[in-house]
């Protein structure tokens, strides 16, 4: 029976022995959980909207010489429009900026800073300018003066009425032998871009080849 109880209390010494090692063993993994911290959420109040200056006046003006000028950033501002510039779109013409006046229906061609009046539905095969899949198309002929001035353009804007249509791919194809850039706009948009482009990088370089707005496909 003695030798039974000494059996048993070193069998429970070492299983004690054995549960103390799993648990410093376990300790490293243990103390190496951090909680997490709870977080509150608080509704910040929104602030009150600014009130509007009670007086315009701003003081007196600056003497710095480091003020930025905008009137001088424009420096375009100098700059005197071409004679051939668009002064005015209208229905059945237009007003150029020489004291031309076309009022009698035809568009007109500004090339080399030079005034063409041009109706590209006449004198052709075609009498209509849109075809059938809704392309803007004029018969070849109607670029007799495009054809024959030299040196060309570099680009050519289309204002094609009032409002704007894709050029077929003959009409395209047939001005990219030119040797012609092409820029699709209506006609009112096309004539602001002709006065911009022409001032900046003159006549001998932009074209516009316009039809007037009152003028139907």
């Not at 376990?26 to 009130?51: D, E, G, K, M, Y």
């Not at 429009?81 to 002064?87: F, H, K, S, V």
């Not at 804007?157 to 092409?182: D, F, K």
Request: include cysteine; aromatic fraction near 6%; proline fraction near 9%.
């Amino acid at each position: 029976m003695e030798w039974q109880r000494g059996v048993h209390h070193r069998s429970s010494l070492r299983l004690a022995h054995r549960d103390q090692r799993l648990v410093d063993d376990a300790s490293p993994v243990l103390t190496s959980i951090t909680p997490i911290p709870r977080r509150w959420f608080q509704t910040i109040p929104s602030r009150p909207a600014s009130h509007p200056p009670s007086r315009s006046d701003r003081g007196p003006p600056s003497q710095e010489d480091t003020q930025t000028d905008f009137a001088k950033l424009d420096v375009l501002g100098g700059t005197p429009p071409p004679a051939t510039a668009i002064d005015a779109c209208l229905p059945d013409g237009f007003i150029i900026g020489n004291g031309l006046r076309l009022s009698n229906g035809s568009g007109c061609l500004l090339i080399n800073g030079e005034v063409a009046e041009w109706r590209p539905w006449e004198g052709g095969s075609r009498t209509r300018l849109l075809n059938e899949q809704g392309q803007w198309e004029c018969d070849p002929a109607a670029w007799g003066v495009l054809s024959l001035v030299w040196p060309k353009p570099d680009l050519l804007i289309l204002g094609l009425g009032a409002s704007m249509h894709p050029l077929s791919p003959a009409t395209r194809t047939y001005l990219s032998t030119l040797g012609v850039r092409t820029e699709i706009q209506d006609t009112r948009n096309a004539a602001a871009q002709f006065n911009l482009l022409a001032t900046e990088r003159g006549v001998g370089e932009v074209a516009a080849a316009l039809i007037p707005i009152g003028r139907s496909s």
